[in-house]
């Protein structure tokens, strides 16, 4: 019963935006962990962003500054906002919550 819906994806132009959209259900959105990771060809699955204790917010070190983790506990929705896109940062976005993952959705940046 438990689903992680995302949205948001696709092709943008480097220095471009995007937000990626993890709407879940089935689980207890407040009590659960919950972060984004990101897998490129070729590379292991990597950890973006996630919520540490208290709700601070953990970012890998190449997305610093332009990458920010935000969620909705009343609409069940976690987000990440991407801006200042790089070639670098294409790859399947997957939503973590719990033990459960999302689809995965395609960043593409790209001139």
């Known amino acids: 019963q438990v689903q992680l819906v995302e949205s948001g994806g696709g092709l943008v132009q480097p220095g471009g935006s995007l937000r990626l959209s993890c709407a879940a259900s089935?689980?207890?959105?407040?009590?659960?962990?919950m972060g984004w990771y990101r897998q490129a060809p070729g590379k292991e699955r990597e950890s973006v962003a996630a919520?540490?204790?208290?709700?601070?917010?953990n970012y890998a070190d190449s997305v610093k500054g332009r990458f920010t983790i935000s969620r909705d506990s009343a609409k069940n929705t976690m987000y990440l906002q991407m801006n200042s896109l790089k070639p670098e940062d294409t790859a399947v976005y997957y939503c973590?919550?719990?033990?459960?993952w999302g689809q995965g959705i395609q960043v593409t940046v790209s001139s």
């Open positions: 919520f540490s204790f208290g709700a601070l917010a």
């Open positions: 973590r919550v719990g033990v459960q």
């Open positions: 089935g689980i207890n959105f407040r009590l659960a962990f």
